[in-house]
């Protein structure tokens, strides 16, 4: 079978969409599906992979997106496809996946961050007169509402919802596929071993409750309010708690209000780092207390660790969450008390094992292989029916 996957940018630096994408096609490839990418990236060179680098250069970041559309369109049309898969917006495709969720659904919660009605109807104002914002609008317009427009392969039942209450798509026209990650494999040498190293890397004893949180976009994922939380349990005597938080958000502005809230003893900002692997080894709670995820890679893959988590309703990854069995769903991330007493019960070592062996048996219903399975199952669905309707 010959695929067309279309996705701008392929770098795993910008994110968890694009992480998830590399690890999708490397197990399309493994199931002997020959596949071209067409993206704007530079990928590192991989066997079996045809990588179709297309410009999006042009003044202005809207004309780059822009430009891209219209080069990639004009690329594939030139050869043919079994099947065309987009991962980025576009008209053309036999299946659009809108990994990172509908742009409607992302600009209403980030207005949802604003604390104000002024703040808020301030940060509308501004999305309203931003070029790019309008543009990628009206492009998910388009698509979603043109019958004869692709079908959409939805990673939870979170963007699901967002398709049926922000376009009226059709049940008919939408496959939901649960997002997946690649669990990994280390020894029982190799995790003790990360432990130890990350946690006297960073001053962590052995005793404390060490929490991470990952995030790239510091404000949408919750950063501040999860900084108050920390706050509000040193106000209230909590002790034996320490967090890291990891990515590529961290900034001056940040560090400023850790001091701020007087959390600079208990919180350290890691930077970005390659060895997400080894904090999960180190920690024994995952804090993402998110305005926004359509399912969250960062959760699943603490999950798939066996790893307590605490995260929020606006994360598609929560419907692997049974409350209180093996992680925790709160409905608001701005409810810092809510957050704060989950995390005090997770100050219990033995609650904390109790629920991360629990949370470890997800791992089959959220492995990467099972996804990339049932998009290869949904191709071959297609194709049968195309054939059959010749």
């Not at 930077?271 to 692997?277: A, E, N, T, V």
């Not at 920690?283 to 207390?289: C, K, Q, S």
């Not at 992680?327 to 019960?345: N, T």
Request: with cysteine.
């Amino acid at each position: 079978m010959k695929v067309a996957l279309v996705t701008e940018w392929l770098d795993a630096w910008r994110g968890g969409a694009e992480t998830s994408t590399l690890q999708f096609m490397h197990h399309l490839m493994d199931a002997g599906v020959d596949l071209h990418v067409f993206t704007r990236s530079r990928p590192s060179p991989t066997p079996g992979l045809k990588v179709h680098t297309v410009s999006g250069a042009a003044m202005s970041r809207t004309r780059q997106s822009v430009t891209f559309s219209h080069r990639v369109e004009r690329a594939v049309r030139s050869e043919t496809f079994d099947m065309v898969h987009a991962i980025s917006p576009c008209t053309f495709a036999d299946l659009y996946q809108p990994r990172g969720g509908t742009v409607a659904e992302t600009i209403r919660r980030n207005i949802a961050i604003r604390k104000t009605p002024l703040a808020k109807a301030w940060k509308w104002c501004m999305i309203r007169l931003n070029l790019k914002q309008r543009y990628m609008l009206a492009l998910e317009r388009r698509i979603f509402s043109n019958p004869s427009g692709p079908d959409v392969i939805s990673i939870s039942d979170y963007v699901s919802r967002q398709l049926e209450e922000h376009y009226g798509l059709s049940p008919d026209r939408i496959h939901k596929v649960y997002n997946g990650v690649d669990p990994g494999s280390s020894s029982l040498d190799e995790r003790k071993r990360d432990r130890d190293d990350i946690r006297r890397e960073y001053g962590v004893e052995p005793s404390d409750c060490l929490v991470i949180l990952t995030a790239h976009n510091f404000r949408l994922k919750g950063v501040e309010r999860w900084l108050e939380v920390v706050a509000m349990l040193a106000r209230e005597g909590a002790t034996g708690i320490k967090s890291l938080i990891i990515g590529k958000g961290e900034s001056a502005h940040w560090h400023r209000l850790a001091a701020k809230l007087g959390v600079e003893p208990w919180v350290t900002f890691t930077g970005p780092s390659q060895r997400m692997p080894a904090f999960r080894h180190a920690a024994d709670v995952a804090v993402h207390p998110t305005y926004y995820d359509p399912c969250s890679r960062v959760v699943l893959e603490a999950l798939v660790a066996g790893l307590p988590v605490i995260t929020t309703r606006w994360d598609g990854a929560s419907e692997m969450i049974e409350d209180g069995v093996n992680g925790y769903v709160v409905d608001d991330p701005g409810d810092i008390r809510a957050i704060a007493d989950r995390v005090k019960l997770l100050l219990d070592p033995q609650l904390r094992r109790k629920i991360g062996a629990t949370a470890a048996k997800v791992a089959d219903q959220v492995s990467m292989a099972r996804h990339a399975g049932a998009v290869l199952a949904l191709y071959e669905q297609r194709l049968a029916s195309r054939r059959d309707n010749r």
